[in-house]
């Protein structure tokens, strides 16, 4: 019998994860930290390590979502079989797509059985694709393009407990692992993770436990004070020059050594990308990465635009809204001063409605 070696060394952050072991765990990191094969990873941990039954029998059910059945196929597939081949888990490719692992285990004496559905979710109706499947846990691949309605659908179905069933001994561990890179501050992402109600209460949902990865590379603000670390590392020649902005290697990155271009990895990236999109890709910032080009370019900057307390309307000032029409309205609620700064109170956006619905329905209440 052939017998597979896997190395694995976790990083820091996975580290962390492995020994928590939280209920729901959502890891935001750049492009190329290792995110996806950590969850991999994980799931595998969890399937190792779940209690056997009377039989000596491991079992776990596990389901990985992504936004797009082509994304399901080139990222989340490709990246499982990287580290689960086809001759320790055959996938299926019908529908859904479904891979089954049955291997002995490491004390031999139990038999590791995993089964993976893998599930393409882009849409709150797609919901339906998971509401028949009792499972151990959920990876959710890239969790910024996913509804968040899918995603407390997904993390309700998965702390259920539901298996292995209770003739089985139950699951050792349930719950759900998603990643993602920085979405914008406005994502559901951001709000769990951050906000506070007006009361000062963290919006952070019970049971979910965030784990942040360092940036790749660290952009250096001109004139900012340096640290001797990002200082040595400047004079050994490892930052770029670009659009105006110093981006420098950062010494606490997780996954260099893995990546045969080592920096060279997130520096070959910079070309004909946005600040923003280097910010949130690179740099692990939250930044708005659009398509198209915004009116405001790369001149939005957060300290001088967005105020630091939440604004309250000026009583002796009128109410001003702009809007945008379409099937996608959206209004902004603000006030002029006498000094003619604009100041936006609040905001309403709405999908899939004409502009008196929208009036009578978002706007005016």
């Not at 750049?30 to 950590?38: D, H, I, L, N």
């Not at 951001?190 to 360092?214: I, M």
């Not at 590392?233 to 290697?249: Q, S």
């Amino acid at each position: 019998m052939e017998i597979r070696t896997i190395t694995y060394s976790p990083s820091p952050t996975f580290e962390a994860i492995h020994r928590d072991r939280p209920m729901i765990a959502a890891v935001r990191g750049p492009v190329g930290s290792g995110k996806s094969v950590g969850c991999v990873m994980f799931m595998l941990d969890v399937s190792i390590n779940q209690e056997p039954n009377a039989d000596g029998v491991r079992k776990t059910r596990w389901v990985c979502i992504r936004n797009t059945y082509g994304e399901l196929k080139a990222t989340v597939i490709k990246t499982f079989q990287d580290w689960i081949p086809e001759e320790v888990c055959p996938i299926k490719f019908d529908a859904p797509i479904v891979g089954m692992m049955r291997i002995p285990h490491p004390d031999g004496k139990t038999t590791i059985e995993a089964e993976f559905f893998f599930l393409s979710m882009d849409r709150p109706k797609d919901i339906r694709k998971m509401l028949s499947l009792e499972m151990t846990g959920v990876w959710i691949n890239e969790a910024q393009f996913l509804d968040l309605n899918i995603v407390n659908e997904a993390a309700s179905r998965a702390v259920q407990a539901r298996y292995p069933s209770g003739k089985d001994g139950g699951p050792t561990w349930c719950g759900l692992i998603m990643d993602t890179n920085s979405p914008d501050e406005d994502h559901w992402w951001h709000k769990f993770e951050f906000e506070q109600d007006d009361d000062g209460n963290s919006l952070k949902p019970v049971g979910w436990s965030f784990y942040e990865q360092p940036g790749a590379l660290v952009e250096v603000s001109p004139g900012a004070p340096i640290s001797p670390d990002l200082q040595a590392l400047i004079d050994a020649g490892y930052f770029r020059d670009y659009l105006g902005r110093r981006f420098v290697a950062n010494p606490k990155a997780e996954n260099v050594k893995n990546n045969k271009k080592g920096y060279d990895a997130w520096f070959d990236q910079l070309g004909g990308k946005t600040l923003n999109w280097v910010r949130s890709r690179i740099c692990n910032r939250f930044a708005t990465v659009a398509t198209g080009k915004p009116v405001f370019i790369d001149h939005f900057n957060r300290d001088l635009h967005v105020a630091k307390d939440k604004l309250g309307p000026i009583k002796s000032l009128p109410i001003v809204i702009g809007m945008d029409f379409g099937l996608t309205p959206a209004a902004i609620i603000g006030q002029i001063t006498a000094f003619g700064q604009l100041r936006i109170l609040d905001e309403v956006v709405a999908t899939g409605m004409g502009i008196e619905r929208f009036i009578d329905e978002q706007l005016s209440p």
